[in-house]
């Protein structure tokens, strides 16, 4: 477990595309869970540990993840991420194709489907669509793939991933969005590279930026950047 940044309120992890933030119905020993071990041996803290879960990653995203470790600051944090604007999270993903535009911003309506965890761009007046907004821009090419930067505006489900397929876009081993071929490792090229905001407790400006993985697609991009 690569620890990014901690104090006696927060915590941020850097997680791979194997973990899953909280447990699930595979049983998969959770990050959450990782985290409270860590912090319980690290401290020498006698009984239950405290960790509050303020966002999530898709289980095949890696990147920064945080957590609290006190109420007051899951408290302020889970208003902040409800308050958008407040917490600036910034992706990296390798797609395939060109964009049609070398930055943009993407408005659309989605939809999620329970049943098959996915979601779809709709119409507005879909029942139960919600707005998705997010800019990116390419940062970086190959011969064949294009880094983006993606800047989220709005936290909807598999957002990300959604939007970008829906301009021809799909994410580098992202089967369930339209590439055609797995990642070796099972996730997918998405990265969430970094997390700005003001300390729910300290107030000051805090970054934390997480490494990307070592493959070598990431470390064909990087030496670009």
């Known amino acids: 477990?690569?620890?990014?940044?901690?104090?006696?309120h927060i915590i941020a992890v850097n997680k791979t595309c194997s973990e899953i933030v909280?447990?699930?119905?595979?049983g998969d020993l959770p990050l959450c869970e990782m985290v409270k071990t860590y912090i319980k041996e690290k401290y020498a803290k006698p009984g239950a540990v405290f960790l509050g879960v303020t966002h999530r990653l898709d289980r095949p995203t890696s990147g920064v993840v945080l957590f609290a470790r006190t109420s007051k600051a899951l408290s302020r944090l889970n208003d902040m991420f409800r308050n958008h604007g407040e917490i600036q999270k910034t992706y990296w993903a390798i797609v395939k194709n060109c964009p049609p535009k070398d930055s943009d911003c993407l408005e659309h309506?989605?939809?999620?489907?329970?049943k098959q965890n996915k979601s779809f761009v709709c119409k507005k007046e879909h029942k139960d669509a919600k707005k998705a907004?997010?800019?990116y821009r390419v940062i970086a090419k190959s011969e064949r793939y294009f880094l983006l930067e993606i800047v989220l505006k709005t936290g909807r489900h598999h957002q990300i991933r959604c939007q970008l397929a829906h301009i021809g876009c799909p994410i580098k081993g992202d089967l369930k969005y339209g590439y055609e071929r797995s990642n070796p490792d099972g996730g997918i090229s998405l990265h969430a590279r970094s997390i700005q905001f003001v300390h729910p407790v300290s107030k000051q400006p805090i970054y934390i930026e997480a490494?990307?993985?070592d493959d070598?697609?990431?470390n064909m991009f990087i030496p670009k950047l």
Do not use: A
Request: aromatic share 18%; hydrophobic share 30%.
């Open 1 to 8: 477990m690569n620890v990014l940044y901690e104090d006696n």
């Open 216 to 218: 070598k697609f990431w």
């Open 22 to 26: 909280q447990g699930d119905k595979t």
């Open 133 to 135: 907004i997010l800019t």
């Open 109 to 114: 309506y989605l939809w999620r489907n329970e």
């Open 211 to 213: 490494p990307c993985p």
